[in-house]
């Protein structure tokens, strides 16, 4: 089976195909929310699909920095009803302000302290803020994925000393960096992922089965069939999950 760990199938691009995309293959998605209503949207939807895994969190671009508490107080008092915590994370790509990267924080903290007390795995975006990010986790004993990781290998390597876990999209298939970074870190401690509809093989609409796409990439690095590599990403994420 294979194993989408971070999409955004919710998403209206696929409002007019999402049954047919869903059945396209053999695959659990993980279905990340960015804020309260979108993780009210992906609840219902998982109730739909049974190959959705609904993850709820609030994306540091979705923050209201104007008073962010109301809405992450509403996410926090639904976490029960997801496996997964996700969208949240640091975006300092987007956002430039030291306020506003200092809430970020704040609310990546509170998060973090939900995810050790209800024993959930967290999926987050780190764009720019993995420096914060490597200071902040190792004072909660949580598991975490860093989705689309883009970063060098002494901070994959720190993430991987830390019990995370690095997934990655279809996109390594024309990025060169990421591929380093895949050869340098144990096979034990990867998934695969798409962030549909972003960051495909090609820069049209991405979909869940384009993981396919990262399995054949990842085997040509570590000189492992297909095959394989999809069981062993299975049980990784199975791992990951706690089962
Ligand atoms: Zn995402």
């Not at 007019?16 to 279905?31: A, H, N, Q, S």
């Not at 994959?156 to 060169?176: C, H, M, N, Q, T």
């Not at 998934?191 to 796409?213: A, K, Q």
């Not at 085997?219 to 394989?228: H, L, Q």
């Amino acid at each position: 089976m294979l194993i989408d760990a971070h999409s955004h199938i919710d998403s209206k691009e696929f409002d007019k195909d999402r049954e047919v995309i869903l059945k396209k293959c053999d695959i659990l998605v993980v279905d990340a929310g960015i804020n309260f209503d979108n993780d009210l949207t992906i609840l219902e939807l998982s109730k739909k699909y049974s190959n959705i895994i609904p993850a709820g969190g609030l994306h540091p671009e979705n923050i209201d920095y104007k008073n962010f508490d109301q809405e992450l107080n509403k996410v926090l008092e639904l976490l029960d009803k997801f496996k997964i915590i996700s969208e949240i994370g640091l975006d300092y790509y987007w956002i430039k302000e030291d306020e506003k990267r200092r809430i970020q924080k704040t609310v990546l903290e509170r998060f973090l302290s939900e995810a050790e007390k209800r024993g959930k795995p967290l999926i987050v975006h780190i764009r720019g803020g993995i420096k914060d990010f490597l200071d902040i986790i190792p004072s909660y004993k949580v598991i975490f994925d860093v989705h689309a990781y883009e970063g060098n290998i002494k901070n994959a390597l720190r993430i991987i000393e830390l019990g995370g876990y690095i997934s990655f999209p279809p996109v390594i298939i024309r990025d060169k960096q990421r591929q380093i970074v895949a050869k340098e870190i144990p096979i034990d401690r990867v998934l695969t992922e798409t962030d549909s509809p972003y960051l495909g093989p090609t820069r049209d609409r991405n979909e869940p089965c384009n993981v396919s796409y990262s399995i054949k990439k990842l085997g040509e690095i570590w000189n492992i069939d297909d095959k394989s590599i999809e069981r062993l990403i299975e049980n990784n994420f199975k791992r990951f999950l706690g089962i």
